[in-house]
């Protein structure tokens, strides 16, 4: 039996809190995508653009179901916030 833990270890260096935007105008959101419900994850994208002035940056994980690799994480802790794990 093989036992997957959908986490990354915890890293060497730490990195400083993120302050929340007082505004989604401009702000960059990661959208890390799962890959399961393209229509749904469409639509957020195009909401919180066009409702919301937010610079979406889609990101998908190869397989909906496998923890995201390191560089999706890394991506999306540049952002100014991120959703991440969309439950439908």
Known sequence: M???????PA???????KTRPRS???ARIALVD???DIPF??????LLGERHGAKVERLVKPSGTAPSPR???????GAHAAIVGIGL
């Open 71 to 77: 560089d999706l994480i890394d991506g999306a802790a």
């Open 11 to 17: 890293a060497n260096t730490s990195r400083p809190p």
């Open 24 to 26: 989604l105008a401009g």
């Open 41 to 46: 994850t469409t639509h957020l994208e195009a």
């Open 2 to 8: 093989e036992i997957l833990v959908p986490v990354w």
């Open 34 to 36: 799962d890959n399961l």
